[in-house]
């Protein structure tokens, strides 16, 4: 709303140009009363953007606070690197928000100014969201038990997906609305899938729990949170984490952020701070000390690879994907 004082300018303004137009010797003035509030409009500070960061409950991607802020951002991969983001971007006002993956996608759809961290693209996010590159990790594993291996020790190199969902005797489970990439999620919406099954109340780390104490025989999960889970509990010493023949090596996780004018900016943005923040030791170690010390020792090179081209190159150029 315009308010009086501006009004009363707006018309000293007319005024004194109404002057000019019957004295010529009146422009000088009306030169001066136009410029006076034009400079104190151009002087007003503009309003931060806001950035409302979903974050979701997945140790150690997050390690959550009952209420997380910016202030009480834990010690998670992406904990750690979302808190030198927002440091980087002082000009943005920065809102954490607790929100699983559907519930983000679905804001995303609705327009806000929702962004992600640390998420796999598929079409379906695609869609809703422009993106850029975070960080590459180590793919998804197998995570069993120790006795489910011993009864099939042709396992122990890799685990074919296909056979194992095809297994009736052996009850597997997952995060439901998790995407694994679009081979695996293939396998694991097929028909032929009939011991593989979502879990909508679990944990990842309950359900870790959940195939130690024998209430499941299997579940799919990365190796950083086989680590985070041998840190506080003795159930990991009976799991064992073993690669899947159709995944690949590493996957990528991305900031994503709502498909929309504002969505573009925000990642256009980010894309720069995550160029430069790449190049650091910080960044890189976010994810390095929760992966487990043999996958960290086998992966090094090709992960620094990786995290020497992010700081290398704009991925916003010209277009944000």
């Not at 001066?32 to 500070?45: E, K, R």
């Not at 992960?303 to 020497?308: E, G, K, P, S, V």
Request: hydrophobic share 45%.
């Amino acid at each position: 709303m315009v308010s009086g004082d501006v009004l009363h300018k707006t018309g000293a303004m007319v005024g004194a140009l109404m002057l000019c137009l019957r004295r010529r010797a009146g422009c000088m003035l009306a030169a001066a009363v136009l410029a006076a509030p034009l400079a104190s409009w151009a002087d007003t500070p503009k309003a931060p953007e806001r950035i409302t960061w979903a974050v979701i409950d997945l140790p150690p991607v997050y390690i959550l606070a009952e209420e997380p802020t910016v202030e009480n951002l834990g010690e998670g991969v992406s904990d750690r690197i979302l808190r030198m983001v927002i440091h980087a971007m002082p000009d943005y006002q920065h809102q954490i928000v607790r929100m699983n993956l559907p519930r983000a996608l679905l804001e995303m759809r609705n327009g806000a100014p929702i962004c992600m961290m640390n998420v796999q693209r598929n079409p379906e996010r695609d869609a809703v969201a422009h993106s850029t590159p975070l960080l590459m990790a180590p793919s998804l594993t197998v995570v069993l038990r120790d006795d489910v291996l011993r009864a099939h020790p042709e396992w122990r190199d890799g685990v074919p997906l296909r056979e194992l969902v095809r297994e009736p005797s052996l009850h597997g489970i997952y995060l439901a609305d998790r995407s694994f990439g679009p081979t695996l999620d293939t396998i694991i919406q097929s028909p032929d899938n009939v011991g593989l099954k979502p879990n909508n109340g679990a944990t990842g780390v309950n359900m870790l729990k959940m195939i130690a104490l024998g209430r499941a025989d299997y579940s799919l999960d990365y190796p950083a949170m086989l680590a985070y889970l041998s840190r506080g509990s003795d159930l990991s010493k009976h799991l064992v984490s073993l690669p899947i023949t159709e995944s690949p090596a590493f996957v990528e996780g991305h900031v994503l952020c709502t498909r929309n004018a504002w969505g573009e900016a925000a990642v256009r943005r980010i894309d720069g701070v995550l160029r430069d923040l790449a190049a650091t030791k910080d960044y890189r170690e976010a994810l390095y000390r929760w992966l487990p010390a043999d996958a960290l020792r086998r992966d090094r090179k090709a992960l620094d690879r990786f995290f020497d081209q992010r700081a290398s190159k704009l991925y916003c150029s010209p277009d944000c994907p």
